[in-house]
């Protein structure tokens, strides 16, 4: 059984002075993390929320998705921030993205990959994603919250994960032969994102497009995008420097910032 705890994972988390900067609050059952911290904030002063649970009665991916996380299967946890409006959060998804595959690479992850903008791939099926919230806090402020959600173990109806995608479930127990615990990978999870956010607010996104070219499944794939008002086809030609999804056809280079996007022939992606 997985057990998590406040005391291992901030043991855990390689930062001066974490419990300074982070609140953790852990759930046995909640219906979503991200949605419990857009609703509520921490008695505390930190600056960085966490909010992680056992089981999610109601957890969602991008554009509303349902997002099986059954009881002691995997990592479902949120964290949120306090920063000035900015008029677009694409980077922010990237950024956090990329620090959670490194990370998980070096823990012993093979093969990992990411799939624009916000999904983590093992052997062309997913692992886990990101997904990013904010709601308004006081004048010129929103509070960000970024899910991140990592399959340990197969749900038992896999059918249901990811509802509406095309691409099927993995698990860390499946491609590891021993999965870290439970409160080691939240703690580096944590650390992760924390590092993210420091990248995102100094704005340094020249070397962003570089470094998720790394992991991209993507790259010279011919794709299909579905945005809010129009289906793109074309070749991903990698990330701009803004975060935007890169896509080449007969009129010309699109900067896509935000939408979903699969292989146009729907065969599996692989690293």
């Not at 056992?54 to 349902?66: F, I, L, N």
């Not at 890169?246 to 065969?267: I, P, Q």
Request: net charge positive; glycine share 8%; charged share 20%.
């Amino acid at each position: 059984m997985l057990e998590l705890d406040a005391k291992e994972i901030f043991s855990a988390i390689n930062l001066n002075e974490p419990k300074m900067l982070i609140g953790i609050k852990l759930f046995d059952e909640i219906n979503s993390t991200n949605d419990y911290l857009k609703k509520n904030n921490f008695a505390g002063q930190q600056p960085f929320q966490v909010v992680i649970a056992d089981h999610q009665t109601a957890g969602r991916g991008q554009y509303g998705k349902k997002w099986v996380s059954e009881k002691n299967k995997g990592l479902w946890m949120s964290l949120a921030f306090n920063i000035k409006k900015e008029p677009r959060l694409t980077q922010l998804s990237l950024l956090v993205g990329h620090r959670v595959a490194k990370k998980l690479l070096a823990l012993g992850v093979k093969n990992i990959g990411l799939k624009w903008p916000n999904d983590l791939i093992i052997e062309g099926q997913k692992l886990g994603g990101i997904l990013i919230d904010s709601v308004a806090y006081k004048r010129d402020y929103l509070k960000v919250i970024i899910g991140l959600g990592i399959n340990i173990s197969l749900p038992s109806k896999t059918n249901e994960v990811f509802s509406g995608d095309d691409l099927k479930p993995i698990a860390l127990g499946t491609v590891m032969n021993k999965v870290p615990a439970l409160n080691f990978l939240a703690a580096q999870c944590i650390e992760s994102m924390y590092h993210a956010i420091e990248e995102f607010q100094q704005k340094n996104f020249s070397i962003l497009s570089k470094e998720w070219a790394e992991f991209d499944l993507l790259y010279g794939q011919q794709v299909i995008v579905k945005t809010l008002n129009e289906k793109l086809e074309g070749l991903a030609q990698g990330i701009s420097s803004e975060g935007e999804l890169l896509v080449l056809n007969t009129e010309g280079l699109h900067h896509v910032a935000s939408g979903s996007v699969r292989k146009l022939n729907n065969k599996a992606i692989t690293c």
